[in-house]
């Protein structure tokens, strides 16, 4: 903020005298409020991989937060009202970072900044990463990219600065630290023999009494069309894929509307498609030949 | 103070034959060839192991332990193997050996009496594969947590959201499928459970683990010295959220008083799967991400993978090595980005030290200006995924444009040539300049760090630490001139070495390595000039994977942190598999933490971040 204008602030009817302008505002409870909050949000000093670097990048003198109010960078949890998720979240540190998270004083906000912290990002199917912070903390503004680039975040947290201006203190369900009483902590999970969220523990044990029952191990209640993956599968048409979701909707399958003539299908792509679908199910044939 | 180079391959591969001969002399029936297709080195019967080992270090000279890691053979001889890498301190190729290990109950000796630089990567193989390093005397997990359900790179091991032996997965391709892998668990989360699981004993035993194996509660126990001094015995924890730890990093240190007695390294907390993930992936697949190990030098990392694939490519009949332009292009990207590197090492080390962020907005700001040179060029500020096997993805631009002209911005738009000159030849030794006129004779900064985090010269090699805390220690080895690629040979520069051994000399080399590094990006300059135009990339453009040839191979460049390695091997369908079999990475980062405990005993515990900050890690690449 460099030049306070206090008519940005005004929010009535009410006449200020143009002498007084520069002195008066006259305004809502609530816009003062998320008025100062928005203009001095303090992020945590917490890198967590490579978009940690960006965010640094960020805060340098090139890109500049300080024009936010958002230079001071906390390492404290407790004296932080933002915590910019810059990473991969894995799930070794995601224990720590609920941690980190119940710490903070409220009004708290979280942006997941990147692919990684937004959805499990490029290493998504790793068997030590999480597929995004939200699957834990509830996440205020994602900001996509790889890394994002310091522009982005900067809109990523514009956009924060606007939601914030948002949320009324009249209506108390609004946000959380509005309300009456103190919210209630985000559980801890914990590392077992894979990472166990204690909110899921009751469909953790109803599956493992499954397991441990006749059926033995693999037995899900996966869609059917899940089950298939894996294994060689046709290229999906707007037949196919109509029945398999009428199927596993529980409804006959009715018939599927006429797929629209080729009209939209590249015919050069269709056409290589089709051939190696053909080379495909030679080589499967030649497979199973040498395997008899 | 910079030594002459050492001579380049003073020792050429016949050494290395003439080193195997003797060993196969001295062990005979239990040391063999390797003779599978495309391999080399030599298989060592582990009972002979540890005296082979000893030998090959003090007989044959192979002193410098570069690279351990274990091969899970599934299907192709159903046995596990441990791989390592040994070189010569003076330059050279590599002694390659292996020893077999049945896949159950899979056990080799430990190597840690010999080569102590061994220490992590063999807790790492426990972890990952699940070899017992018998002999080891911390044989803990180390990138995943006790207790956790088997070891990931087992071939036979699947992950949660498991698909497919490879990519391109069959679901999405080529139809361009695609489906939420949340789905695929009922958990909808990347989670599974083993069948046995027992709620009820559940408990998170990991830190309680972690403490006991300091020999020490947590409790603060009273001590007296001989001069009736009381202090008090502790255990502080440092990270994994901490500011000054680079990252997810996590020191457990046993403290008297306020002296370090023992330190010990917890990581894993940016573990994300990479090798596992790399065996999945299709060969040119892997190249971004290599970026996103050490994210601070994605180009370099790009350039040793390149090595590493290029070098089985070679085995094929129909390889054309990268064109003059490909790797004059190459030089110029990785040594910008050890610049980038360094300038940020030096930055944040300052942060370690307690001058907070005012140095370091010094040291970044030319950054910028090398990154939109990389943006421009590559697409990307800082994960470019630009090199390709056989030359790189694109020419540099005729000129840097910003890509949108928006208000208050001004409008880039340069002549690269123009603005590589001017940023080679003045904008990066201004800035180099200026670091060493505000800090080398800091009063401060000498009192914090002369004499502090000390690695004497034969630490250093046997903890097998590389780059500039290598170097810092005495050793002029650097793999540019010890095992010379690309254009190297050609270009004039010095392998830069200090001889203390202490953070004061690991700040030093690395200014000197940024005036190397001005020194060849000078030579480069020309080299664009004269290629201009030519061909970047060696390869048939029409093909869109190359089949890689079978066999095994250690690509390895002189990364801004050290040593960075690409052991891959190619083995399967005899046509060229679609994925490597193995991708494993030798991370300097990872490997120069070993000998961070050594360097940090007895020091106070506010020099250790000073410590950690000269080692100059980055957990992209530790954790990996
Ligand atoms: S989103 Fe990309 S840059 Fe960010 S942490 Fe993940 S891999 Fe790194």
Known sequence: MSELDLRELHNTEFPVPADMQNNVAITSLSRIYNWSRRSSIWPMLFGLACCAIEMIATAASRYDTARFGMEVMRASPRQSDLMIVSGTVTKKMVVPIVRLYNQMPEPKYVLAMGACASGGGPFKEGYNVVSGIDQYVPVDVYVPGCPPTPQALIYGLIALQRKIDGQSLANMDDVPWYGVGPSDPVPIPILGPDIIDPRQMELIRQQAERAAGAAGKGTRDLPAAVMDIGKPRTVPTVESVTAEVKQEAGVPAVEAPKAEPAAEVDPEKAARIAKREAALARKRAAQEKGEN | ?624
Do not use: C
Request: glycine letters at 8%; a negative charge.
């Open chain 2, 1 to 624: 103070m910079v030594d002459q180079a050492i001579l380049p391959a003073a020792l050429d591969s016949g050494d290395v034959q003439t080193a195997i001969n003797h060993l196969k002399e001295m062990y005979p029936g239990k040391v063999q060839d390797d003779t599978r297709q495309g391999y080399s080195g030599v298989i060592i019967d582990r009972s002979v192991l540890v005296e082979a080992a000893t030998a090959i270090r003090d007989k044959l000279g192979f002193n410098y332990l570069s690279s351990v890691t274990g091969v899970d053979y599934l299907g192709f001889g159903d046995h596990l193997e441990v791989v390592y890498h040994a070189y010569r301190i003076t330059g050279g190729p590599a002694l390659v050996f292996k020893a077999q290990t049945p896949r159950d109950n899979a056990e080799v000796p430990s190597l840690i009496e010999v080569y102590p630089g061994a220490d992590l990567q063999e807790r790492e193989a426990y972890d990952l594969m699940g070899i017992r390093f018998h002999g080891h005397p911390n044989l803990k997990r180390i990138l995943l947590w006790e207790g956790f359900n088997g070891h990931p790179l087992r071939k036979d091991w699947k992950e949660a959201y498991y698909e497919q032996e490879h990519k391109p997965f069959d679901s999405r391709w080529p139809a361009g499928y695609a489906r939420r892998a949340e789905e695929l668990t009922v958990f909808g989360k990347n989670v599974q459970y083993p069948a046995d699981l027992d709620l009820s004993r559940l408990s998170d035993t990991t830190e309680s683990q972690l403490y006991s194996g300091m020999g020490l509660g947590v409790d603060v126990q009273d001590e007296v010295t001989s001069e009736g001094i009381k202090t008090d015995r502790l255990v502080v924890n440092l990270g994994p959220h901490h500011p000054s730890t680079h990252g997810v990093f996590r020191m457990v240190v046993e403290l008297n008083g306020e002296t370090v007695e023992n330190l010990e390294p917890v990581m894993g907390y940016l573990h994300r799967n990479h090798e596992q993930i790399g065996e999945r992936n299709a060969w040119n697949h892997n190249m971004p991400f290599t970026d996103r190990l050490d994210y601070i030098s994605g180009m370099s990392n790009n350039l040793g993978y390149a090595l590493a694939v290029e070098q089985l490519l070679a085995h094929g009949a129909r390889y054309t090595p990268p064109t003059y332009r490909a790797e004059v292009i190459r030089v110029l990207m990785v040594e910008l980005t050890r610049i980038v590197n360094h300038m940020w090492a030096i930055g944040f080390l300052l942060n370690d030290l307690g001058a907070f962020f005012t140095p370091a907005l010094y040291a970044i700001s030319e950054r910028e200006r090398i990154l939109d040179f990389f943006e421009a060029t590559a697409g990307s500020r800082m994960m470019p995924n630009y090199m390709r096997f056989q030359g790189v993805a694109r020419d540099i631009p005729e000129r840097i444009r910003s890509t949108a002209n928006q208000l208050n911005d001004r409008v880039r738009d340069f002549n690269t040539m123009d603005y590589l000159t001017e940023l080679i030849n003045e904008r990066i030794p201004g800035a180099i300049d200026e670091l060493d006129r505000y800090l080398s004779d800091n009063e401060i900064i000498k009192a914090r760090t002369i004499g502090v985090g000390y690695l004497p010269k034969d630490m250093a090699i046997a903890y097998s630490a590389a780059g500039p805390v290598l170097r810092a220690s005495g050793v002029p080895y650097d793999v540019r001139r010890a095992e010379p690629y690309s254009i190297y040979p050609e270009l004039d520069f010095d392998v830069a070495v200090r001889y203390n051994g202490d953070i004061y000399d690991r700040y030093l080399i690395r200014l000197d390595e940024m005036r190397e590094s001005v020194r060849i990006l000078k030579q480069v300059l020309p080299r664009l000039e004269a290629t201009k135009g030519e061909s970047v990339f060696a390869g048939n453009k029409a093909i869109y994977m190359p089949r890689v040839p079978l066999g095994e191979a250690y690509g390895r460049v002189e990364n801004p942190k050290g040593e960075l390695g690409f052991y891959v091997i190619s083995q399967g369908d005899p046509k060229g598999p679609q994925n490597p079999w193995r991708y494993h990475v030798r991370a300097p980062s990872f490997i120069n933490l070993t000998a961070l405990g050594q360097m940090s005993k007895g020091h106070k515990v506010a020099d250790i971040v000073a410590i950690l900050g000269s080692i100059d890690i980055v957990l992209g690449e530790t954790d990996r």
